[in-house]
C-alpha cells in the first residue's frame, strides 16, 4: 500500500511541474515588448541643437508581421544518387517553375518530404534538397528555417516541399 502511495505522490509532483512549466511559458509569451523611448523634441530643456542632417523619412516603414500560416507547396521528382551539382540544377529548375511564388519572398520555414527507401534515406534526401534550394536561391531560403521529414507513401524520389514565407507589411510612419 505505501508502494502505490509513493507513485501517487510521484505523479503529482511531475503534473505539478508539467504544469508549472506550462504557466512559464504561456507567461513569457504573453510579455509586452519593451516600450519604446521618447524622442526628445528640440528646443524644449536642451541647448541650441547643432544643425545634422537628418534623413529624408520614408513614407512605410517596413515591419514583419511573422510568417504566413499558409504554405506554398512544391512537389517534384530527383535522382537520390545524383552528384551535390545535379541536385542543385534540378531544385533550381523545379522551383523556377513557381517562380510567380516565389519572386521577392523570403521563406522563413520550409518543411521538405523526401521519400528514398528507408526513413533515414527519405530524411537525407530531403535535407539534400534543402542545401540545394539554399546555394540555388540564397535570398529566398539562406535564412529559413528548416525541417526535414520522410514521406512513407511517395515512391522513391519524390519532394514535396511547404514552404512558408515571411509575411512583412508596409504601414505609415508616425512622422507622415
Not at 6 to 20: E, H, K, N
Not at 33 to 50: C, D, E, F, L
Not at 98 to 103: G, P, S, T, V
Not at 124 to 149: C, E, M, S
Request: positive net charge; aromatic residues 6%; hydrophobic residues 40%.
Amino acid at each position: 500500500m505505501s508502494g502505490r502511495r509513493g507513485s501517487v505522490t510521484l505523479l503529482a509532483g511531475w503534473l505539478f511541474a508539467d504544469l508549472l512549466l506550462g504557466l512559464t511559458i504561456i507567461m513569457l509569451g504573453a510579455q509586452a515588448p519593451p516600450p519604446v523611448p521618447a524622442k526628445p523634441v528640440a528646443g524644449k530643456g536642451t541647448a541650441t541643437p547643432s544643425p545634422s542632417p537628418s534623413p529624408s523619412p520614408s513614407p512605410c516603414a517596413r515591419q514583419i508581421t511573422g510568417v504566413s500560416a499558409k504554405p506554398v507547396k512544391v512537389s517534384f521528382r530527383v535522382s537520390p544518387g545524383a552528384s551535390d551539382a545535379e541536385m542543385i540544377a534540378r531544385v533550381k529548375r523545379e522551383l523556377r517553375k513557381h517562380k510567380k511564388h516565389l519572386a521577392g519572398r523570403h521563406a522563413g520555414m520550409v518543411l521538405t518530404f523526401g521519400a528514398n527507401g528507408g526513413a533515414g534515406d527519405g530524411v537525407h534526401l530531403a535535407t539534400r534538397v534543402n542545401a540545394a534550394a539554399r546555394k540555388g536561391f540564397p535570398g529566398i531560403f539562406q535564412t529559413a528555417a528548416t525541417r526535414n521529414f520522410h514521406d512513407l507513401a511517395a515512391p522513391s524520389g519524390s519532394i514535396s516541399m511547404e514552404i512558408y514565407f515571411v509575411s512583412d507589411s508596409c504601414s505609415p510612419t508616425p512622422e507622415s
